[in-house]
């Protein structure tokens, strides 16, 4: 048995590797042609091209190790058919799953190899790879220049504009120079034509300038308007370097540069954020009713509350609560005939009734001071109040919405780095048994195969990336849908070729079309299954 696995893995070693240098070189070649012009002509040494080129091969290869299984795995198996070894060695007894088991054993091993490959080098050479393309855009040298356009020569200083460019010879034709430099002196030059070329140290840009003219502003005293005219004049530039500066761009991540431990912190901090921002949001809501805000704790109330209408909101509780310290005194002297509402005028005397309705009185006004004090929203016009909360309220829920996006493409990213490396599993229970059922597929067949499971299985995880980013589906399923729904497919191919033909099914196709009501010509037009095959 050891050396039936021996000679499966030997059968699919040679496909594989020559799947993967032919799916990394033509992806190598499509990375080339879209930074064939950000890179090629700017003056750039030939190790730098080839370190761009040589950091983006981890990303390439992360997606072609899964695709380049798929192929090795259709083909090995196609080919095995085809000579009917398959059939020779189930007569001896084994089941397609038992010899398909060395290639399962093979593909986890890759999978898990990607797993630590995604998580260590992938990161690092994804960071390095931005950090060179900043610091080639951080270049400046003169083929960058632009005609008949505005071209800022030093950040906020000095401005360029030519109407022709001969970048051969770095001559330029009716140029116009707006040189901001200084505060005071606002100065624009004229010139018929002019040379840029560099110092030795390609530190400092030097401008010559021929037939022109200089015009002069003094912005402190706009009435000083100087005019000066010239046959050749030498401009210095300095700071101005035509060499690749390295190591000056930031230091900062973003999600393809992270790996799994550095996602994780990412994703705790990014939750505590939105606990926080929930917690403001609760706070916004406790304060909005004055029956809330009577018992809310002081340590909740926010600093988006003034001070006033928390003391105002205070005042009208305790006043509500407990009515004033004279009229309890007077409600304890008063007899109780008077504390009793006047019922029957009949059966008190005038006086009763008189210190009754006063009592009533005072007890009125005593409410509407009250209500007044309790107004709301206190202390200010209401609309205004209303449009403080609403504003307060969308922010709150603009940065809420900003952190779960946030903290969904972190997750997605999580589980991509594990879900694509485990995608080379699932190509090996989808790809054996198409390539087992049609032995005599040839190349046509793999790379027709192989491009339509690329194709929707890339599909299905981009768009899942997506749906997964804004909220709609969780994470997890975003990322290990398209496996699931591989795996499930492959099982199903793969059980209806291991039971050794397909009579069987084709009677349940023609059970099905007469349960459809279709015409009885199924039992004539069903192919006849060859044994050898199946």
């Known amino acids: 048995m050891k050396i039936l696995q021996r000679y499966i893995l030997r059968e699919h070693i040679g496909p594989f590797l020559a799947a993967l240098g032919v799916l990394t070189g033509l992806m190598l070649l499509n990375q080339l042609a879209k930074r064939f012009g950000d890179l090629v002509g700017k003056g750039l040494p030939w190790y730098v091209i080839a370190e761009v080129f040589g950091l983006s091969v981890p990303f390439i ?6 695709m380049a299984v798929l192929v090795a795995v259709l083909y090995a198996f196609s080919q095995l058919s085809s000579d009917n070894e398959i059939t020779a060695i189930k007569a001896g007894g084994v089941s ?5 088991f060395p290639v399962l054993i093979f593909a986890a091993a890759i999978a898990t190899g990607m797993v630590w490959f995604n998580d260590a080098i992938l990161p690092e050479s994804n960071h390095a790879l931005r950090q060179l393309l900043t610091d080639i855009g951080r270049k400046q040298p ?4 632009r005609e008949r356009v505005v071209n800022e020569v030093v950040q906020g200083k000095l401005f360029l504009q030519g109407a022709r460019i001969d970048r051969a010879r770095s001559v330029l034709q009716d140029m116009v120079i707006f040189d901001l430099g200084r505060n005071d002196v606002q100065r624009t030059i004229y010139a018929d034509s002019g040379h840029m070329a560099f110092n030795e140290t390609q530190t400092d840009l030097y401008l010559t ?10 912005l402190s005293n706009p009435r000083m308007d100087q005019r000066s005219y010239y046959a050749k004049q030498v401009i210095r530039v300095p700071g101005v370097s035509n060499e690749l500066q390295r190591g000056g761009s930031a230091s900062w991540r973003d999600d393809r540069s992270m790996n799994i431990s550095m996602m994780q912190e990412e994703v705790v901090r990014r939750r505590v954020r939105l606990l926080e921002l929930q917690d403001s949001v609760a706070r916004i809501m406790a304060l909005l009713s004055p029956i809330r805000a009577q018992h809310t704790p002081p340590s909740l109330r926010g600093h988006d509350t003034p001070d006033e209408i928390n003391h105002v909101r205070g005042a009208a509780s305790a006043d509500h609560e407990r009515p004033p310290q004279d009229e ?21 005397s005038s006086a009763r009734a008189r210190a009754a309705a006063e009592g009533r009185a005072r007890s009125l006004a005593q409410l509407r001071s009250t209500s007044r004090r309790e107004q709301w929203p206190p202390g200010r016009p209401a609309a205004g109040f209303a449009t403080f909360v609403r504003s307060e309220l969308q922010r709150a829920a603009s940065r809420t919405n900003l952190q779960r996006r946030e903290i969904n493409r972190y997750s997605v990213e999580i589980h991509k780095k594990f879900a694509i490396p485990i995608a080379a599993i699932v190509f090996v229970i989808i790809g054996a048994p198409i390539g087992v059922r049609f032995p005599r597929g040839g190349i046509g067949m ?6 339509t499971v690329f194709c929707v299985y890339y599909v299905c995880l981009i768009g899942g990336e997506d749906i997964a980013d804004r909220g709609y589906i969780s994470p997890f399923w975003s990322m290990w849908a398209p496996n699931v729904i591989f795996t499930a497919i492959g099982v199903i191919i793969l059980y209806w070729v291991g039971r050794g033909g397909t009579r069987r099914s084709y009677r349940r196709l023609r059970k099905l079309a007469r349960l459809l009501g279709l015409s009885g010509r199924a ?3 069903a192919p006849r299954v060859r044994g050898s095959t199946a």
């Open 61 to 66: 290869v992360a997606m072609t190790m899964p």
């Open 96 to 100: 397609l799953l038992r010899f398909l």
């Open 142 to 145: 003169t083929f960058e220049l």
């Open 209 to 218: 300038l021929y037939d022109g003219s200089m015009h002069e502003l003094d």
């Open 328 to 348: 309890r005194v007077q409600a304890r002297r008063r007899p109780e005939a008077l504390r009793a509402p006047d019922r029957s005028p009949g059966e008190q």
């Open 446 to 451: 793999v790379i027709g195969v192989s491009l």
């Open 523 to 525: 039992n004539e037009t």
